[in-house]
């Protein structure tokens, strides 16, 4: 008997059953004001930006961007001196613009 309906993806683990690898922000290190973020499975064009997490605001000076074409690495952050302490969790963006990953929270003091 035939299945009819919708396709559901469904991601474990950030893996996605219906064939596409999720991207994601596998850790965050902060040493002297700067923030080290690993990922896995972004492409060359993403862009990933640092998100206050009370307020949600994106800290656009944070703004990088994915430069290798291997999709595996690590991106560089330097904090800027008006970025407070607090609470907040890096975001990343597609080549296109779309939510691709978001890290833990982290806290910066």
Known sequence: ???TGPTVAVQAFGISIC???????SSIEIENRVVVAKYQRLMVGAKMVLVEKAS????PETVTRVASPVPVGA?????PDAIEPGTYFLRAFDGHG???AQ???????
Do not use: N
């Open 19 to 25: 064939g596409r690898m999720k991207p994601v922000i």
């Open 56 to 59: 949600g605001r994106q800290l």
């Open 103 to 109: 890290s833990v929270d982290f806290e910066i003091g």
């Open 1 to 3: 008997m035939p299945v």
């Open 75 to 79: 991106l560089r952050i330097r904090l």
């Open 98 to 100: 779309e939510d691709a």
